[in-house]
């Protein structure tokens, strides 16, 4: 018989906790109970899972020593208040924000590209979940570093407002509505209206001119590959997607690789699903490819002809699964399979 195991998901009632819950049901975690953990906001919601209605509890009154794995998405504050004491319960718990991501005794996991790394959660307890830009940027490039190194990583992002949350997705679609009726709705979310526009800033500036999610994509890169030499220059752009991160991704290659070769790397490596076709419409999207499903897609895969060593690729993916749910619960997998057994 399986070993079946007790889960808190923290975040229950957010994009990313609505997630986590049909993905564990979807994927057939083996949950023996499930406890759906929240603010006192939204204690006693109630959320369906397998063939029950699960109640949603006050994360401040719960015991996580009833439970062998947290799946934590609620915000950095929350992780930094409650991964301690469920740790401290005997817990091991995978955060989903940006709270431990940067300490050197908390791994930071993408499980197709450093899965040997989840064994470190016996450091602090705990596993980080990266930022969902970097997840599917690294899924495709793994491969390509593997086989001919990467020196250097220029990408543009095109992210998603549910990167941001539930208020950020009504948010657009009220501002939508409201320029069709006529009837105009203020930003209080982003600085800018994000309906019909796009936004080159996500999170705050830094002192050097990048934001802290641009930052996000150049320290994860190199802690995940173990790898301070890959070089990262990122742009973070926010536009009015519902669902679904886009990058355009120019990397500089250690040796040469063509790009027929790559393609034959990327159509073989774990979690990647491989779109290119150099027709109309032969490339992948957020909207008819990415939403609701689980790979990283890949398209317009193409030498760089500004570059002798340089690789141009598209890349795509669901931000709320792969870029968070379903990476947390691939590191549970693991985690259940060669650790906590």
Not at 38 to 63: C, K, N, Y
Not at 167 to 178: C, H, K, R, S, V
Not at 264 to 279: C, I, Q, S, W
Not at 306 to 326: E, I
Request: hydrophobic content about 40%.
């Amino acid at each position: 018989m399986t070993k079946q195991y007790d889960v808190a998901v923290l975040g229950a009632t957010g994009t990313v906790g609505n997630a986590i819950i049909e993905i564990l049901e979807s994927r057939s975690f083996p949950v023996r109970n499930l406890f759906l953990l929240a603010s006192s906001h939204s204690a006693g919601e109630t959320i369906h899972f397998r063939d029950e209605e699960i109640t949603v509890l006050d994360v401040a009154e719960f015991d996580f020593s009833k439970v062998q794995i947290g799946l934590f998405s609620a915000g950095d504050s929350v992780s930094k208040e409650y991964a301690p004491k469920a740790v401290a319960a005997g817990c091991v718990v995978i955060d989903n924000t940006s709270e431990f991501r940067y300490e050197d005794d908390v791994p930071l996991v993408i499980p197709e590209v450093n899965a040997h790394a989840i064994g470190q959660y016996k450091n602090r307890g705990i596993i980080a979940n990266p930022n969902c830009s970097t997840i599917q940027m690294l899924v495709a490039l793994k491969p390509i570093y593997d086989a001919v190194g990467i020196a250097r990583i220029n990408v543009a992002t095109y992210q998603a407002v549910s990167g941001t949350g539930k208020e950020a997705i009504e948010e657009l679609a009220q501002q939508t509505m409201g320029i069709f009726n006529q009837n105009p709705h203020d930003p209080h979310i982003y600085p800018k209206q994000i309906a019909f526009n796009v936004l080159p800033q996500i999170d705050v500036f830094m002192e050097n001119g990048y934001t802290r999610e641009e930052m996000k994509m150049v320290w994860e890169t190199q802690k995940i590959l173990e790898d301070k030499t890959v070089m990262v220059n990122p742009t973070a752009v926010r536009v009015p997607v519902f669902f679904g991160h886009s990058e355009a991704v120019h990397i500089e290659t250690c040796k040469k690789i063509s790009a027929e070769a790559a393609t034959t790397l990327l159509e073989n490596a774990p979690g990647v699903a491989v779109y290119d076709e150099r027709v109309p419409g032969g490339y992948p999207t957020p909207f008819t490819e990415a939403a609701d499903n689980d790979p990283v897609f890949v398209g317009r895969i193409r030498e760089d002809i500004s570059h002798p060593m340089g690789l141009d690729l598209w890349v795509v993916s669901d931000n709320v699964r792969k870029g968070a749910a379903l990476n947390s619960v691939q590191i549970a997998e693991i985690l259940i399979k060669k650790y906590l057994m």
